[in-house]
């Protein structure tokens, strides 16, 4: 069952093409992976394909619903991790995940319970307590997510959330990619980490300046013949592309 699908989608930046006539397919319970060096477009993609961004032309289907007509349907079943914490770092890890949920209309018992839940998913519960400002780079980024998974979302999108963080908690956060997809999520995640996307993806689609020049499992894109992957591949991962 098609989840997402956009539509030649086009963003300018002045004279930079941040997103060049971009078509892709997302399915129930996939794990889609945006795979591209920094600059490639990723962010904006998806800040288009969640509505904070609008584009100059092109069209986003979330369940074959125009974004555009529908716009709450996609905020509503959403859950965006950004590449950037968006955490109160006065605040608990609990206090985070509780303001969070109120914003979704959680309370009561149904928002104890969903706390409960994702601090038991992100692994954060014996610290849950502790402001957040006093949690290392990992255990913020685990919060990000479970701030992102308390209103138990459909579609998950995450936004490089390993960027920055210890080996730990970056195994963590991709196990745990995993987990959400056998449990029915469909997530598309962003990274410039080949390794990550090809643990954890059953599509990557590779983007450059924008366009997406190559797509499919990672067998699929060795065998792809256009003439910007294999510099970009080694850019992103220190190796020739048929090593």
Request: with cysteine.
């Amino acid at each position: 069952m098609e989840i997402l699908r956009t539509e030649n989608l086009y963003k300018k930046f002045n004279d930079v093409k941040a997103v060049n006539d971009i078509s892709f397919n997302v399915s129930k319970g996939e794990i889609v992976g945006l795979l591209g060096p920094n600059g490639a477009g990723k962010s904006t993609l998806i800040s288009i394909i969640s509505t904070l961004l609008k584009e100059d032309s092109g069209q986003v289907y979330y369940k074959n619903i125009n974004n555009h007509d529908k716009e709450c349907l996609i905020k509503k079943e959403l859950g965006l991790v950004p590449q950037d914490i968006a955490l109160y770092t006065e605040l608990s890890g609990y206090e985070n995940l509780k303001f969070w949920g109120s914003l979704y209309g959680l309370k009561g018992a149904r928002l104890k319970e969903r706390i409960k839940i994702v601090s038991e998913i992100i692994g954060i519960t014996d610290r849950l307590k502790d402001k957040v400002e006093n949690y290392s780079g990992g255990m913020k980024r685990r919060i990000n997510i479970g701030a992102a998974l308390i209103h138990d979302p459909s579609f998950i999108i995450l936004d490089e959330p390993t960027v920055g963080i210890d080996p730990q908690s970056r195994n963590h956060i991709l196990d745990t990619v995993v987990n959400l997809s056998k449990e029915g999520k469909t997530i598309i995640y962003t990274s410039h980490y080949m390794e990550e996307v090809e643990y954890i993806c059953t599509q990557i689609y590779i983007l450059d300046e924008g366009k997406i020049i190559a797509k499919g499992t990672k067998e699929e894109l060795i065998d792809e013949k256009h003439p910007n992957l294999e510099s970009v591949f080694l850019n992103l991962t220190g190796k020739e592309l048929r090593d």
